[in-house]
């Protein structure tokens, strides 16, 4: 027997299933980087990740202070 | 050739050159005179309440900052015909994309509801509650995009851009002492010292003039605008002129808040145009329409720079030259961001303080990364061809970088940690 919350379940899943198919394939259309990876380009990529992890660590001291 | 002929025929061709220039220009000028937003206005005025005209020369040094950085966005858009967001998808890969775009959407959106801080603080002056405010903004925001032209919405974004000079006639408003301003502003100084109170405003001014959506903006709207390489000096003389307006705005406000309200406690613009509403009340309109144009500058640009980015992001039809039915994602989530923006500012006790803070938390996380891309991006000779940086570009662009990554840095550590700049 088809229900409201039986056709609402379904409903939610299709559009959750649409949206992850999307984010995949757009993974995969980038997948590979277009830029050549010269050493400069990947020193940059690493200190922009290193930069990154430096921020997260001091927003989590923030918060850990904050408690 | 007479004197009258020259004459004639040198007006004649300097008319067809402001006449092509108005018709090229746009993306420039509006996210130069957007870059005045309302954090932006409050950023100059507290600093000019604070420290007169004593920081003036710094604000000259970040025009051609302003110019170099978004100058980059004009080629790249022109010669790539893509967004900067789906630019760094493609050169760099899901990651750096999935980050930058999570980032900008995140950073825009709250940004936004600064712009409607910014608005409904300025129109509460004159007793308009906020709610007939949002509602005000968003219609007219809305009605501003469902045109279907990208032409007639840039236009119409050039005259609220052009209201962003109404702190020029405020200024002569309050008669400032011009050798006063000339001496003290442009000579290079630090007022008071330099101390940690000085440093963070200088890293407030900074911050509140290269923010990352510029980036994304201007390149997305010479993208959207249909501009071509052969346009590319139009832009950059676009990008420039509006380089030198973004500045003089800023200078105007400076000098109206170091004339009369030097020395006092000011927090917000809105504050200050409070103020002045009862001891000069032209001035005080002055200042609350500016505030508030300010803001409606920025929010209109924020919302389409996002709205640009996940079309880009998402393949989705993403055009102001599209009707809504062509491009129904692009144009939901501009109004998704704008409604949802506005209803944020509504909520009673919302906690806009702790927003405002965090927007300048979350610009630092993505400001050094897009500045990053973007000069990497630029010296792509395989995409960008005789467009890409030079080596002067290249070493002016790297220095403007690393001093931003620097300065937004500690702007961003003495937000989350004021204690450590007392």
């Given at each position: ?67 | ?115 409607f801080i910014g608005m409904t603080a300025a129109l509460s002056i004159f007793h308009i509650h906020p709610l007939i405010t949002v509602i ?146 032209y001035l005080g309109t002055f200042i609350a329409i500016g505030l508030f144009d300010a803001g409606f500058l920025g929010a209109i640009c ?121």
């Amino acid at each position: 027997m088809i229900t409201i919350e039986g056709m609402f379940r379904t409903r939610i899943g299709s559009v959750i299933r649409g949206w992850t198919d999307k984010i995949t394939e757009i993974n995969r259309k980038y997948a590979t980087p277009r830029i050549r990876m010269s050493r400069g380009v990947k020193v940059v990529l690493l200190f922009l990740r290193l930069y990154l992890i430096f921020l997260v660590l001091l927003l989590g001291y923030k918060f850990w202070t904050m408690l | 050739m007479d004197f009258g002929s020259t004459f004639f025929y040198k007006y004649r061709r300097f008319i067809k050159v402001v006449k092509i220039y108005l018709l090229l220009a746009g993306p420039g000028l509006i996210v130069m005179l957007a870059d005045n937003d309302a954090g932006g206005i409050t950023t100059y005025t507290v600093t000019g309440a604070k420290f007169g005209y004593g920081l003036i020369w710094f604000l000259l040094l970040i025009f051609p900052v302003a110019y170099i950085v978004q100058e980059m966005t004009v080629r790249l858009g022109a010669v790539t015909k893509r967004g900067h967001a789906e630019a760094i998808f493609d050169a760099f890969g899901p990651f750096w994309g999935w980050f930058s775009f999570l980032d900008l959407a995140l950073l825009n959106w709250l940004t936004l509801i600064t712009e409607f801080i910014g608005m409904t603080a300025a129109l509460s002056i004159f007793h308009i509650h906020p709610l007939i405010t949002v509602i005000i903004v968003s219609v007219i925001m809305m009605l501003m995009v469902l045109q279907g032209r990208y032409w007639t919405w840039e236009k119409i974004a050039i005259l609220f851009a052009a209201l962003n000079l109404i702190y020029i006639p405020a200024a002569f408003l309050v008669h400032p002492s011009v050798s006063e301003v000339l001496s003290v502003g442009l000579v290079p100084h630090f007022p008071g010292g330099f101390n940690g109170t000085l440093f963070f405003f200088l890293m407030a001014n900074v911050g509140t003039t290269i923010t990352p959506w510029m980036i994304f903006f201007q390149q997305s709207a010479v993208v959207d605008k249909g501009m071509k390489e052969k346009d590319i000096p139009w832009g950059q003389v676009d990008t420039l002129i509006g380089s030198a307006f973004t500045v003089i705005v800023a200078i105007f406000v400076i000098v109206v808040a170091g004339t009369v309200l030097y020395g006092s406690e000011i927090e917000s613009a809105a504050q200050a145009a409070s103020i002045l509403m009862t001891t000069n009340p032209y001035l005080g309109t002055f200042i609350a329409i500016g505030l508030f144009d300010a803001g409606f500058l920025g929010a209109i640009c924020i919302s389409l720079a996002s709205s640009w980015a996940f079309g880009e992001v998402f393949g989705w039809a993403h055009s102001l030259n599209l009707k809504i039915r062509e491009a129904p994602w692009f144009y939901a989530c501009y109004f998704f961001a704008l409604v949802t923006a506005g209803i944020v500012v509504l909520i009673p006790n919302a906690p806009l303080v702790l927003i405002t803070l965090f927007v300048q938390v979350i610009a630092v996380t993505l400001l050094p990364a897009a500045l990053v891309f973007l000069i990497l991006l630029l010296n792509n000779e395989e995409v960008m061809g005789k467009y890409r940086n030079t080596t002067a570009q290249n070493v002016a662009g790297a220095v403007i970088v690393i001093a931003i990554i620097v300065l937004s840095t500690l702007y961003g550590i003495s937000t989350l940690f004021p204690e450590w700049i007392a």
